[in-house]
């Protein structure tokens, strides 16, 4: 049966960074999911969550693969401080990505980085500094967060603020748009048409962006807020990742 484990590992600087995975039982290396939570309300659980929710679980069973989550810094058990989906976070995910690569029970040609809202923009900039990932999910993401910051809510400016400032490098470490061109893997988006913590044309930009560098892209659209419910990521998400975790056809 199905057990999720918990690791501590360490990103490049030595901070602790707080880890869950659900193992495939498949006999030969398969592919790997890596889940970013997003902010949470304050509450600051971490990766638990998907622990909680049952995701883990039912992505590794589902897909018959390694299902992981990673707490960002000064969420769950990771150590902070948090930077709003900056340097320290990336790194932080960057490790967790690294610990994945490495599990013999892992193919490392077939890792997913799925992350949601304030997940999703820390995800985005990571894949811009990895080469080898099969693919990126962005739910409810924001990719250019100095266009965002003007009409977002109080509380997520006053988060933003405190955790990241307000020059323009800290504006540009935290906003894909601008990189979108370093990104080497294929990217599905989804996003709430009337979301309004992250407007959706963000999300049309990045895609854009995506495919005038000449990568694959999807956006999907629902019409729904920010949260996207359950039922709307599974219709959409799951026929991506079966095609991407279908075992490998050997020809003989």
């Given amino acids: 049966m199905t057990q999720v484990t918990r690791h501590l590992i360490a990103r490049s600087d030595g901070a602790g960074v707080e880890l869950f995975q659900a193992r495939s039982p498949a006999a030969a290396p398969a592919g790997a999911i890596l889940f970013v939570h997003g902010n949470q309300a304050g509450q600051r659980l ?70 949601n809202s304030r997940g999703a923009v820390a995800s985005a900039m990571v894949a811009t500094q990895v080469a080898d990932l099969r693919a990126v999910v962005l739910m409810s993401g924001v990719y250019d967060l100095e266009a965002a910051f003007e009409g977002s809510p109080q509380g997520l400016q006053l988060a933003i603020e405190k ?45 854009q962006a995506l495919s005038d560098a000449g990568l694959p892209a999807t956006l999907s659209l629902f019409d729904c807020g920010h949260q996207i419910p359950r039922d709307y990521v599974r219709a ?6 079966r095609g991407i975790f279908a075992p490998a056809v050997t020809l003989h």
């Fill in 46 to 115: 971490g990766a638990v969550e998907n622990v909680d929710n049952g995701t883990l679980l039912r992505f590794s069973a589902g897909l018959n693969i390694t299902a992981a989550a990673v707490s960002q810094p000064g969420f769950g058990a990771s150590e902070g401080p948090p930077d709003f989906c900056g340097p320290g976070t990336q790194q932080a995910i960057l490790a967790a990505l690294s610990f994945l690569r490495k599990q013999p029970y892992v193919d490392p040609g077939r890792i997913v980085l799925c992350g």
């Fill in 163 to 207: 955790e990241a400032g307000l020059s323009r490098d800290a504006f540009l470490a935290r906003s894909a748009l601008h990189h979108a061109h370093k990104i080497r893997c294929e990217a599905m988006l989804l996003h709430g048409r009337r979301d309004d913590r992250a407007p959706v044309a963000q999300a049309e930009l990045f895609a």
């Fill in 236 to 241: 959409a998400l799951h026929p991506f990742l």
